[in-house]
């Protein structure tokens, strides 16, 4: 492995020149030739090598080595770069070279609470860029999911004239051309519904719909034919819940039940390759205002208890309970963030004197919470790690 690592170093000075030889000469082709199209420069790309002189896996893997701060240039080179950059292939490519980075994606609202922006920070905790502005009006009640290396924003409701509108909507930011795009609509408007990656499609659950009843209604997201297909519904409707994937399943917990009586303390467990739903017989968390899976392991803040984090185990399908430092305020909430295998927990509200707390799932006992550098600008409101 060191020597590899020492070949992808090698690499990496000729893969820049190269990367900006080829840069130079389409803008040459384009100056030395005004009336030609866009669509007929594309052309010659696709005609064209990754890279002179090289074979295109050579070119690949010198492409791969480049540092994700310039993917978003590399993608105006040409079609076939962007084409790459573009795809899965692209990120399985880096993940063998060993050069993936972790970045955080983290909405957060400014200090007088109007507006929220995208913020992206690196593992040392640099903001690294703000997110073009997401297309389409304003939302709350939104799901986010990470998928082959984009967000998704999915779904929402936006309030005009006083009134709530459900939304099908669903958008995508490419993280490696730092830009947004439109995909297929849900087959349901819906907003405050559970949504997790699981097998490498997208399962939204719930929620309420474009009338304000809470669904039952559940959907899946395949990204190489960008379709929703209806699954089958839960066995009630379920709204201001959470989902999350484990060994190739699809868990629902938390949120209402209209079958229920207060919080839903059900777990709902949707099995792809059976195409069913069972239900868990240990009961899980209720009123979850932040989560994130680490390997096997869910973690959850509850609304009542933001003093303990509850660990779920999907080994044993057991519970723990964690004591969180005291830090800041005592009354403070948290969102979760998920850095190298630790989880960070950020504040809800813009407090001065809190610092990141850092837990560590495989620290020495006694030494599992730290304190971190990494900040966001204002109050977090979702936070996801995208490795490209």
Request: proline content about 5%.
């Amino acid at each position: 492995m060191p020597g590899f690592l020492s070949e992808n170093k090698r690499f990496k000075q000729p893969t820049m020149s190269l990367f900006n030889s080829l840069k130079q000469d389409t803008l040459i082709r384009s100056k030395s030739y005004p009336g030609l199209s866009s669509q007929l420069l594309d052309e010659v790309d696709s005609h064209s090598p990754i890279l002179p002189g090289l074979p295109d896996d050579v070119a690949k893997h010198c492409l791969a080595l480049v540092p994700r701060t310039n993917f978003p240039t590399m993608g105006g080179v040409c079609k076939k770069w962007r084409s790459f950059i573009q795809s899965k292939e692209f990120i399985t490519v880096r993940q063998l070279a060993g050069v993936l980075e972790e970045w955080l994606y983290i909405l957060t609202v400014d200090a007088e609470s109007k507006e929220s922006h995208w913020e992206v920070l690196d593992c040392v905790g640099n903001k690294n860029r703000i997110l073009p502005a997401m297309p389409g009006f304003a939302k709350s009640g939104f799901g986010v999911v990470v998928l082959n290396g984009k967000l998704l924003v999915i779904g929402g409701y936006t309030v005009i004239n006083g009134v709530a509108f459900a939304s099908p909507d669903v958008y995508q930011y490419d993280s490696c051309l730092n830009s947004w795009s439109k995909l297929t609509d849900m087959n349901f408007a819906r907003y405050d519904f559970a949504s997790a990656e699981v097998n490498g499609k997208v399962y939204v659950v719930g929620g309420y719909g474009i009338d304000g009843n809470s669904l039952s209604s559940a959907e899946v997201y395949d990204p190489e034919t960008n379709s929703w297909s209806i699954i089958e519904s839960l066995r009630r409707p379920r709204w201001g819940c959470f989902a999350c994937g484990f060994e190739g399943k699809l868990y629902v917990m938390g949120g209402r039940s209209s079958f229920t009586i207060g919080n839903s303390k059900f777990v709902d467990i949707y099995n792809p390759e059976k195409q069913s739903w069972c239900e868990m017989k240990k009961n899980g968390c209720v009123m979850v205002t932040s989560h994130a899976v680490v390997g096997k392991n869910l973690f959850c803040m509850e609304w009542k208890n933001q003093r303990k984090l509850a660990i779920f185990d999907s080994a044993d399908n057991s519970w723990k309970m964690v004591p969180v430092p005291l830090t800041g305020s005592t009354s403070i909430g948290f969102r979760f963030g998920i850095l190298d295998g630790k989880v960070l927990l950020f504040s809800l509200e813009k407090e001065p004197n809190y610092q990141t707390l850092l837990y560590d799932p495989n620290g020495a006992p006694g030494s599992e919470w730290k304190t971190s550098e990494i900040k966001p600008s204002g109050s977090c409101l979702y936070c996801v790690t995208i490795k490209a």
